[in-house]
């Protein structure tokens, strides 16, 4: 299972190291695209098909399923890890999470999340007052409000 959180850099070239902790399990080609939340999302080669999570079975005729693979697989790169364990993050992944030189990467049981330092900093001040309420509705099988 992959969990924890790890500081990371960005450096001028945009490279990054993938933690050492998560590279056993990932293996050295990776697989990165847009998260749903401003951040971005890292899945090993062998599992990226959990990025269609929840369409898989939709047809191509349903235009949520189609939008949903759009975002998800349209915006994704290929990364191979280099004998140091850093890939090059490509510049419109970069933007689009508004990444600067601190970064986060988040385990989240099959894939990692890569977050600028500051922007989950306050994703998680936001969670601390909100996870209450998100624990009740979860538990009475409850739907979101946002």
Do not use: C, H
């Not at 990776?30 to 098909?49: C, Y």
């Not at 990467?105 to 001040?125: H, I, N, P, S, Y």
Request: glycine letters at 8%; a negative charge.
């Amino acid at each position: 299972m992959i969990l924890g959180q790890y500081e990371g850099k960005l450096d001028e070239k945009s490279r990054s190291s993938f933690p050492k902790r998560f590279r056993g399990v990932f293996g050295e080609k990776l697989i990165i695209t847009k998260g749903l939340d401003r951040n971005l999302i890292i899945v090993s080669v062998a599992n990226w098909e959990s990025l269609l999570e929840g369409t898989e079975e939709l047809s191509f005729l349903n235009k949520d399923a189609r939008e949903m693979q759009r975002f998800l697989l349209g915006n994704a790169a290929f990364v191979e890890l280099d004998d140091k364990g850093r890939f090059l993050l490509p510049g419109y992944l970069r933007e689009y999470a508004g990444l600067s030189d601190a970064l986060i990467f988040a385990g989240m049981k099959r894939l990692v999340e890569v977050w600028d330092k500051t922007l989950w900093e306050k994703e998680q001040l936001r969670l601390s007052e909100k996870v209450p309420s998100i624990a009740e509705r979860l538990s009475e099988g409850g739907k979101s409000d946002e």
